[in-house]
């Protein structure tokens, strides 16, 4: 990959310093599967159309973000990789305003490695906790590693802090020429970070979102409808004393149940690659 924050001037420097500053691709790509991904799992689930609307109106402005936590926390992979994306754009983002000390000696490689291994240990935990230890060791090293790389690129000169005093303080450094084995290795991590950020990330997502299962609890409880009780399997939308209200999978419209039973398994039909 070229070195554009060394090769940039002008106008297309300043366009490279704004990107970055304001989180770059990464940043995009998470809005946007934040906003697209959770409609598509829904549509997909509950058979889109005027479906969609009830559904969300029954689950309340307050729990429409349920369908994104319920997709991360059911899919180990989804979830891990999400986590470590995440960690990068917000290490990416927080160095680009001078967040990485630069200085060289002990005492600045000790501040730069504590502040790269905290937050992907807190990812690894929170990935070990929902998914198991060594779900939680490869996400806690594949961010650690990667938020290396955003240190590494800082040091051969393919990133720049973007305020004031950061610009300042590097310039005041003594020259530091990085080995080639370091140059290289920031090249894979910025390749390595856009193929997870840009292609794996969005595929694992629409996947998880196509893949048949509700985001959240399947329930068989008993609905009354008029004079008649019947056993009715609903997708939980949110509790309401001792009942539930639900999308009703038998009746296709919103539901009270009462006395209900978890089932298993979350399949509602089958995924779309084989629909």
């Not at 809005?31 to 689930?45: D, E, F, G, I, S």
């Not at 969300?56 to 729990?63: F, H, I, Q, S, Y």
């Not at 790269?116 to 650690?144: E, H, I, M, Q």
């Not at 990667?146 to 720049?160: H, K, N």
């Amino acid at each position: 990959m070229p070195d554009t924050a060394a090769s940039a001037s002008g106008p297309g420097r300043e366009e490279i310093r704004e990107t970055d500053r304001k989180g770059g691709p990464g940043h995009t790509v998470l809005v946007a599967l934040a906003v697209a991904v959770p409609v598509t799992k829904l549509a997909y689930t509950v058979g889109g159309g005027d479906a969609v609307r009830d559904v969300l109106v029954g689950m309340e402005p307050g729990n429409w973000p349920d369908i994104l936590i319920g997709m991360v926390i059911t899919d180990p992979l989804l979830g891990s990789v999400l986590g470590v994306v995440v960690s990068r754009v917000v290490f990416a983002l927080f160095a680009a305003r001078g967040a990485v000390p630069l200085g060289s000696g002990p005492a600045g490689a000790l501040r730069r490695a504590a502040l790269t291994v905290v937050n992907p240990v807190a990812v690894g935990v929170v990935d070990a906790c929902f998914f198991g230890p060594w779900w939680g060791l490869a996400t806690g090293l594949t961010a650690f590693a990667l938020r290396q790389g955003v240190v590494v690129e800082y040091r051969t000169g393919r990133r720049r802090p973007h305020h004031r005093h950061g610009r300042e303080r590097t310039a005041r450094e003594p020259g530091y020429r990085p080995p080639s084995w370091l140059r290289r290795a920031a090249g894979v991590e910025q390749w390595v970070a856009l193929a997870l950020t840009v292609l794996v990330l969005p595929l694992l997502a629409f996947v998880s979102a196509l893949d048949g299962q509700a985001w959240t609890s399947i329930v068989e409880c008993r609905v009354t409808d008029g004079v008649r009780t019947e056993s009715d399997r609903l997708i939980e939308l949110s509790r309401k004393g001792d009942g539930v209200v639900g999308w009703n999978l038998d009746s296709e419209q919103i539901s009270n149940g009462s006395g209900c039973v978890g089932e298993e398994s979350r399949y509602v039909r089958e995924p779309w690659w084989r629909s």
